[in-house]
Nanobody, 122 residues
């Protein structure tokens, strides 16, 4: 019922920008937080940025000052504006929705998007 649909990935040169978006579809009563994670080839998935329902944000040290996470609470959509991209930002970026509740008092579940490739050339 609940799906995360990502878009915005692509190939850019170092110093360029990309804007990722992720929309949570289906009926959703509430979400605790949404965020972005990334996984480079041969490496583990790591947190990039998160934003809570209250608007609090958290960033990995490696992206602070360059990336900005935002959300549209009504549309259950989260965005990641990525500026000053570096080759080390190359990875598959995954959208995450944490603590999703589809009805009042219902159980909370986590959902993941399919991933979108971001490639930054030097």
């Amino acid at each position: 019922q609940v799906q995360l649909v990502e878009s915005g990935g692509g190939l850019v040169q170092a110093g360029g920008s990309l804007r990722l978006s992720c929309a949570a579809s289906g009926f959703i009563f509430s979400i605790n937080a949404m965020g972005w994670y990334r996984q480079a080839l041969g490496k583990q998935r790591e947190l990039v940025a998160t934003i809570t329902s209250g608007g609090n944000t958290n960033y990995a040290d490696s992206v602070k000052g360059r990336f900005t996470i935002s959300r549209d609470a009504v549309k259950n959509t989260v965005y990641l504006q990525m500026n000053s991209l570096k080759p080390e930002d190359t990875a598959v970026y995954y959208c995450n929705a944490e603590g999703v509740r589809v009805r009042l008092g219902g159980k909370k579940y986590d959902y993941w998007g399919q991933g979108t490739q971001v490639t930054v050339s030097s």
